[in-house]
Structure formats: C-alpha cells, structure tokens
Nanobody, 124 residues
C-alpha cells in the first residue's frame, strides 16, 4: 500500500558528497518514521539514520557528524545528505518507512515498508 522510490546514489571519490532522496506514495494516512539503512554483501542491513514524525533523529555512530537526515513532510520525502564519504560507506542504501495506511476499507497501523535500494560506491 506504500511505495518508496529512491534516487541519488552513484559513484563518488572519498571525501565527496551525495544526497539520497526517497519519495513515499500510496494509501498513506500518516508516516510515523522514515529512515535509511545500508547493506553490504554478506552483512545484515543496518540503520544509518532515522527521523520520526515529531522530528527526532537517530544516527549510527559510524555516520554521526557526516550524514544528515531531513524530510519534506508535504511531499512525503526523506533525504540523506552524505558528506565526507569514506570507502567503508560503500553499500546499497535502502529507504524505510513505518506508516499507517487505509486501503480497501482496512486501516493498518505502523506497517514497515522498504524501497528497492540505491547503490552508493565510494572510491579511495
């Protein structure tokens, strides 16, 4: 009932910057949180940054001070500004949303949704 479309990944040199975007659409009543996770081959998907509906943010220690998460609530969009990128930031980045939805007469609370992922590669 919720579709997440990511954009903004790519190849960048170490020390460079990228900005990821994720737009949510569908049968959304409210978005409770949005975030960015990342995953490398053979490893678990891990949280990079998250923002809740009240504006609270949470960052992984590995990205604090370098990444900034923000939202445009009117557009159901979340951004991840990534600065001072390091080779170890190389991963597939996934957008996540937890949302209340109403679809075909059914209200569903706080379901979890994922985007398709966007590759970020940082060269040394």
């Amino acid at each position: 009932q919720v579709q997440l479309v990511e954009s903004g990944g790519g190849l960048v040199q170490a020390g460079g910057s990228l900005r990821l975007s994720c737009v949510a659409s569908g049968s959304i009543v409210s978005i409770n949180s949005m975030g960015w996770y990342r995953q490398t081959p053979g490893k678990k998907r891990e949280l990079s940054a998250q923002v809740t509906s009240d504006g609270s943010t949470n960052y992984a220690d590995s990205v604090k001070g370098r990444f900034t998460i923000s939202t445009d609530n009117a557009k159901n969009t979340v951004y991840l500004q990534m600065n001072s990128l390091k080779p170890e930031d190389t991963a597939v980045y996934y957008c996540n949303a937890q949302a209340d939805t109403y679809y075909s007469g059914t209200f569903s609370r706080d379901d979890n949704y994922w985007g398709q992922g966007t590759q970020v590669t940082v060269s040394s």
